[in-house]
């Protein structure tokens, strides 16, 4: 192995990454845009979950206030009321799920609508019952404060967002990348020279890496400047965490980049891996509840490992000790990928 | 002296496609070796298999009378048909990085001389025209100071001033000793160019030698063009055999003091009279019954 060699070719991605001006600044802005969305959307007092139409009503925005509906149901959290001038034009929303609960105005007896196959339009009718029931006869439970400090939802998605903007940035840019350079010619010409295939992947592989690390310290920096996200643990583990899964994730994409000429194709198969693993990974949401079956499933992919290492160090307190068999799991998924990779690597059409 | 090059019954086949079909060949030190033939001929192939850039389905290459080891590839240069190359990178990065490739190379100032690339040095690999692509990729074939050069079709696509200077190149790096390997569909490129020329045709070589050995031994004679209204006679009427092809007429003949006199005799108006030398296209012609571009 040539480091002369490896290095020019690290230099020439590198180059052409930094150039594309327009890529290399979606790179940025994509996750930082995400995450200023979401802070948007969840962080403020007037995020609402369900919708509730109401009639008759004159306007379609609605003073609470003047609504002749229960007064505990109007002080509930996430509703929002949207106001309709009779039943039939409420109903056609309602049916067509833009709205989970409809409801008329008046006394005593309350008439409400609600679709059977709504789950939200379900959670909304126990809602409205429990608003009717007089205080007297509310059950006896008592409420009682998480200890310790409340992780705050953006506390828990950023990472998710990292990980998942890691996880495209990983399989694209060196999966489509080689490709499209093993289509039109590149790789042949490489080939036609002492270059080797393992030079060749690994330079690939280091200026990935180099790029995904670049991004996640500016993004992570640049949102850190606006939601002050609170790490329990040790900013040096989360890197590691970071570092590990970029590793394995772009070692994945070696794997997928080894073989093929078909951008088309190659765009299925990236696709193929690249969304159940984000809606598996717990990017979004938790898969707590969850059929065994899916649970296990989410093992195969390493941002699931990444991401759970990294919410343990940052809302835990976890060293990498504690984070271990992670640790072991994506380390083992890195060189199996590259084997693999590197054996299944073609500079031919 | 020993050749330089050697290729014994080389064979490469795509599943039941015979791609090149028994090619053999060996070339001395210094010569410029033509393979020349219609697209679909074999001619890439077989220099992909020569240039290990594609394995070959049955056959032997000895380069310097030895199989070829990897430090093969650190002495030969090529310039493949089409070439995509790395993007966003200016020609000057591209020589560079190319040139850290190999062990023993040319300076990016020698390249820039020899291959005229000072007035694109700075642009970007993808901002360049035709003639000045090709030139840039002739000098990336030659970074590595290769004593076998691998041209396939070097100027397809150019126009015809881009052409002669690319030609003109050619025969410049030829006259510092190197051997040249190209494969061409341009009779004129192959009778400029090359020492030796074989003519591949399905994947086989039909003829070899050089261009004027080749010509004399498959096409003998010339052939004098009119236009039709200088010539009042009807074809039978003439004493050689008379072609009309569309507003010409062609007779081909092997002397041509004779056909002059005959045409003379029958009071032809010779003033638009055109004679045309048999070139390698016309012997191609000759050896397949089709044109080369056909």
């Not at chain 1, 590149?186 to 060749?200: C, D, I, M, S």
């Not at chain 1, 990974?281 to 941002?303: M, R, T």
């Not at chain 1, 940052?314 to 799991?329: K, Q, R, T, Y």
């Not at chain 2, 007779?251 to 003379?264: A, S, Y």
Request: charged share 20%.
């Amino acid at each position: 192995m040539s480091f002369k060699r490896l290095w020019s070719i690290l230099k020439a991605r590198n180059r052409e990454f930094f150039r594309d001006r327009s890529a290399f600044g979606w790179n940025f802005l994509f996750p930082f845009l995400l995450v200023a969305g979401f802070g948007i959307i969840f962080g403020g007092k007037s995020y609402t979950e369900y919708k509730i139409g109401v009639f008759p009503s004159g306007a379609e925005q609605v003073s609470i206030e003047r609504l002749n509906i229960p007064q505990r149901f109007k002080k509930m959290n996430y509703l929002k009321f949207i106001g309709f001038p009779d039943a039939v034009q409420g109903l056609e929303k309602l049916k067509h799920h833009r709205i989970d609960f409809l409801l008329k105005v008046g006394n005593e007896p309350h008439q409400y609508w609600v679709s059977d196959a709504s789950p939200k339009g379900y959670v909304v009718e126990q809602m409205f019952k429990a608003s009717l029931i007089s205080p007297e006869g509310e059950p006896n439970a008592e409420k009682k404060e998480i200890q310790g400090m409340a992780i705050r939802y953006i506390d828990w998605l950023f990472p998710g967002i990292l990980a998942m903007n890691m996880m495209f940035s990983a399989l694209w840019g060196v999966g489509y990348v080689v490709v499209r350079y093993r289509k039109n010619g590149v790789l042949k010409r490489l080939k036609a020279t002492p270059l080797t295939a393992f030079e060749y992947i690994t330079a690939q592989a280091i200026s990935r890496i180099f790029l995904l690390m670049f991004t996640l310290v500016i993004v992570w920096t640049g949102c850190d400047l606006i939601f002050s996200f609170k790490v329990q643990g040790s900013y040096i583990d989360l890197f590691v965490i970071f570092l590990l899964g970029s590793l394995s994730l772009t070692a994945l994409g070696l794997v997928l980049a080894s073989r093929g000429t078909s951008e088309e194709f190659t765009t299925g198969i990236l696709n193929f891996i690249s969304w159940p693993m984000m809606f598996l990974s717990e990017v979004w949401f938790s898969l707590e509840g969850a059929p065994g079956w899916v649970i296990s499933s989410s093992k195969i992919f390493p941002l699931t490992h990444m991401l759970t290492a990294a919410r343990k160090v940052m809302h835990d307190s976890a060293s990498l000790i504690d984070v271990g068999p992670e640790i072991v799991i994506l380390s083992a998924m890195t060189l199996g990928f590259l084997v693999l990779g590197a054996a299944l690597f073609s500079w031919n059409k | 002296m020993e050749p330089i090059l050697e290729v014994k019954n080389l064979i490469k086949k795509y599943n039941h496609v015979v791609a090149v079909d028994g090619v053999s060949f060996s070339l001395t030190r210094g010569v410029c070796f033509g393979l020349l033939g219609p697209n679909g001929a074999g001619k890439t192939t077989t220099i992909e298999v020569i240039e290990d850039v594609i394995p070959p389905t049955a056959g032997e290459i000895f380069y310097k009378g030895a199989p070829r080891t990897p430090s093969f590839r650190e002495e030969v240069g090529i310039q493949f048909q089409s070439t995509a190359l790395l993007n966003l990178l200016t020609v000057r990065e591209t020589l560079e990085t190319f040139k850290s490739f190999f062990t023993k190379t040319a300076t990016v100032d020698e390249l820039v001389k020899i291959c005229q690339l000072a007035e694109f040095l700075d642009q970007y690999n993808d901002r360049i025209s035709g003639g000045q692509r090709q030139r840039f990729l002739l000098a990336l074939a030659l970074i590595n100071r290769p004593e076998l050069l691998f041209l396939d079709e070097p100027s397809t696509g150019l126009d015809p001033q881009a052409r002669r200077n690319l030609w003109d190149l050619i025969r410049k790096i030829k006259a510092e000793g190197k051997t040249i390997i190209l494969t061409t569909h341009y009779m004129e490129e192959a009778q400029y160019l090359c020492d030796e020329v074989a003519i591949m045709d399905y994947g086989k070589i039909i003829a070899r030698g050089t261009p004027e050995d080749l010509i004399r031994r498959y096409s003998r004679g010339v052939t004098v063009v009119l236009p039709r209204h200088r010539f009042p006679l009807q074809p039978d009427r003439f004493p050689l055999p008379v072609r009309e092809v569309k507003e010409t007429i062609e007779i081909k003949t092997d002397d041509v003091n004779q056909c002059m006199e005959q045409l003379i005799s029958h009071g032809i108006d010779l003033s638009d009279i055109t004679v045309r030398s048999p070139n390698l296209e016309t012997v191609f012609l000759n050896l397949t019954g089709r044109k080369l571009r056909e």
